[in-house]
């Protein structure tokens, strides 16, 4: 049995969760409303303020799915209550950032300043030049962009200059030694 996928998701007050035909699982909550389709396999059902996920049988995928349906639910319930948070440093001389409406405007040494559109239900705020905070529902999606903002210039490993999480450490190289 999967250690993750036999507990059950508990749902909080002011959290609907509903199973539709196909295994689409619809969570509304005080934040907003996710939907996703889950594997048909994978029998799912809500009873009272709780739910639980089980599989048909002990097949390899079945098992590698038994855990992930559960922490897919579990995570739609904690992001339309809780709601998702990835928090961005930019090191370097000149580096910044600054918001404009839904873009981004980040200035990252190129020779042209690069534009980020806010993704839908997703949210990015500025704090000072150097932090950058990108948040919503989707866990998936805040992380996809945060990915993305970073990889627009990835922290390189002399000087650490570049986009970093808030809590990534860069292993820094040793320059070149003068003879």
């Given at each position: 049995m999967s250690r993750i996928g036999k507990q059950p998701v508990t749902i909080p007050a002011g959290v609907d969760v509903k199973v539709a035909e196909g295994n689409l699982v619809t969570v509304k909550g005080p934040k907003g409303t996710l939907e996703?389709?889950?594997p048909v396999d994978i029998k799912i059902e809500v009873s009272g303020s709780e739910v639980v996920v089980t599989r048909a049988n002990d097949t390899k995928t079945q098992k590698s799915l038994h855990g992930l349906t559960r922490?897919?639910?579990?995570?739609?319930?904690e992001g339309v209550t809780v709601g998702f948070k990835k928090t961005l440093e930019i090191?370097?001389?000149g580096y910044k950032a600054q918001k404009q409406g839904k873009k981004l405007n980040l200035s990252l040494g190129y020779s042209h300043p690069v534009e980020m559109e806010d993704p839908e239900g997703i949210?990015?705020?500025v704090e000072?030049?150097?932090?950058?905070?990108?948040?919503?529902?989707?866990k998936a999606a805040v992380g996809q962009y945060a990915a993305e903002i970073?990889?627009?210039r990835k922290p390189e490993p002399y000087k650490g200059k570049g986009?970093?999480?808030s809590?990534?450490?860069i292993r820094m190289k040793e320059g070149k030694s003068g003879k």
């Open positions: 996703k389709q889950m922490t897919l639910v579990f995570n739609m319930v090191k370097g001389v949210t990015t705020t000072g030049n150097t932090t950058v905070v990108v948040e919503g529902i989707d970073r990889a627009k986009v970093r999480y809590d990534e450490r």
